[in-house]
Structure formats: C-alpha cells, structure tokens
C-alpha cells in the first residue's frame, strides 16, 4: 500500500516570496509522483507529474518539483509566488504496475499568498 | 480539447434515496476513476472502469456502483444515501496507453449534499 504525506496543513506566504511545499511517500512499490492543485469550488488541475527521467520536474504556472528517491520525497517549489496561486495543493502517488491505478493522494496543503 | 465533464454541478437528495452521478472523459480516454473528496476525510479512491469494465475498488461499501458505457462516459450511483455520503464527487480520465495512462485528468466535481 502507498501513503502520502503533506507536513503542512498550511503555508502562510507573502506575495512575491519563494514557497516549498513538502511532499513524503511511502510505498513498498515504484510509483509515479503527482502534484494537482484546486482552486475553491473547483476540481483538480495537474501541476506536474513525474514518470521517468530527470528528477527536476517543470510544471503549469512557473510550479517545478524535484523527485528524492532516497529521501521519498517530492516537494513542490515556486520561486515568487502570486496572489493567484492562492489555493489547495495535493500530492499524489499510484503505482508504476498497471493492475492497480488508483491515486493515493495526501491530506492538502493550503497556500495563503497575502499581499 | 474539451475537458472532463460532470452533472450535475449540484445535487441535493435525503437520507435513503439514491444519487446518480454523471461523467464524460476526455475524446480518446477509455479509463474512467471517481473519488469522494469529502470534508475532514480527502481524497479517497472510488472506482476505475476501462474498456466499460469495473478494473478496481476502493474500500467503499457495496452501495456505491456504477458502469461505463460504449462510448466510455460513466455514472456512479450511490444507494441508500447516507448523511455521510455528502461530498465533492470527482471523475477522472486517462488514456490506455503506455506512457499516458499514468496520468489522470479531472472534472470539476458534483457537490452532493444529503439532508
């Protein structure tokens, strides 16, 4: 079985500042990395992915992740962030075997980008 | 590219009766995957149908089903309603194919509200 954890519930930030946002997982497993982000009352909208290759991964609205396979780790970076990325944040993992493609997903972390 | 679409947008039923749920995946997806997104709970795992198939299932009771049709769209219904059962249903699709199947795209859900 997978599991994911986001170890912050919330990340206060001011507009124009860098933001991390830390991302484990656990898994007996390979697996592919995720991050999707959801606007309020909306659904969820792929940031980036990652499958293979390198372990930097660019994604949607200047968002990149880095993939730590010894770390277990993929936390999602921003280098200034703006007041509309103000939003929830959901890593995610599944398998790299086909039987079984459900998304496990962390519990969210909220961004609050103030002025 | 249109994407996933759900309906309704909202749904307010009582205890006991029944919801159906609907989704249409993206032109030229075959899988089809639903989660509850419900408050204090995340994101859980439903259902993944593919090529009109149940493939998997979460750890959700029996009273949760659903189908896929011919031309891949997907309902899920959910019987016996329970207060618990209020939440932000999502669908997703993704591709079959090797090196797109891993990624899921979603709808922007159906709020269900039981009274």
């Known amino acids: 079985a997978q599991s994911v954890t986001q170890l912050d519930s919330q990340v206060p930030v001011f507009e124009e500042a860098p933001v991390e946002l830390r991302c484990n997982y656990s898994s007996s497993v390979s697996v592919y990395l995720f991050w999707y982000v959801q606007y309020p009352n909306q659904g969820l909208q792929l940031l980036l992915k990652y499958l293979s290759g390198s372990t930097l991964v660019k994604g949607i609205n200047g968002f990149e992740a880095e993939f730590n396979k010894s770390q277990t780790s993929f936390h999602l970076r921003k280098p200034s962030v703006h007041i509309s990325d103000t939003a929830e944040y959901f890593c995610?993992?599944?398998?790299?075997?086909?039987?079984?493609?459900?998304?496990?997903f962390g519990s969210g972390t909220r961004l609050q980008v103030q002025p | 590219e249109a994407g996933v679409t759900q309906s309704p947008t909202h749904l307010i039923k009582t205890r006991g009766q029944q919801a159906t749920l609907r989704c249409s995946p993206i032109s030229g997806h075959t899988s089809v995957y639903w989660y509850q997104q419900a408050l204090g709970l995340g994101l859980q795992f439903l259902l993944w149908?593919?090529?009109?198939?149940?493939?998997n299932r979460g750890n959700f009771p029996p009273r949760f089903s659903g189908r896929q049709f011919p031309n891949y769209s997907s309902e899920l219904n959910v019987n016996a309603l329970e207060l618990e059962d209020s939440a932000l249903y999502l669908c997703?699709?993704?591709?079959?194919?090797?090196?797109?199947?891993?990624?899921?795209?979603f709808g922007p859900g159906t709020r269900l509200l039981v009274l």
């Open positions: 149908y593919d090529e009109g198939e149940e493939r």
């Open positions: 997703a699709s993704s591709y079959t194919l090797a090196g797109e199947r891993e990624t899921q795209y």
């Open positions: 995610a993992v599944t398998r790299r075997d086909t039987g079984r493609r459900a998304l496990t």
